[in-house]
């Protein structure tokens, strides 16, 4: 089984920056496609961002792009969500996580995460 272990999380003020890593074991990480979820106070969790198991291909939702970057180093078995000009709405707790297929897309309904990191965002 994978473990996921998320850190970085904290309060920052809105426009600032903040980079949160996972640590992954267990599996060989460098075959499995990685994420980031978020569940905000009283909504449902939701995808964030993906990475394509060779680092090549990434995706964002809308509502994040051009704002947070994804990045995996194989090398360290770490996955990282830089988080750029933040707002309060990204106020949440961030959850990395790992598709159950090898060598296949990231899918939210079909992955492992972590216990999270909670990342506050004040006016």
């Known amino acids: 089984q994978v473990q996921l272990v998320e850190s970085g999380g904290g309060l920052v003020q809105a426009g600032g920056s903040r980079r949160l890593s996972c640590a992954a074991s267990g599996r060989t990480f460098s075959r499995y496609a990685m994420g980031w979820l978020r569940q905000a106070p009283g909504s449902e969790r939701e995808f964030v961002a993906s990475?394509?198991?060779?680092?090549?291909?990434?995706y964002y939702a809308d509502s994040v792009k051009g704002r947070f970057t994804i990045s995996r180093d194989n090398a360290k078995n770490t996955v990282y969500l830089q988080m750029r000009s933040l707002k309060p709405e990204d106020t949440a707790i961030y959850y990395c996580a790992q598709s159950t297929n090898p060598f296949t897309t990231f899918r939210a309904d079909s992955c492992s995460w972590g216990q999270g990191t909670q990342v506050t965002v004040s006016s």
């Open positions: 990475i394509l198991w060779s680092g090549s291909n990434t």
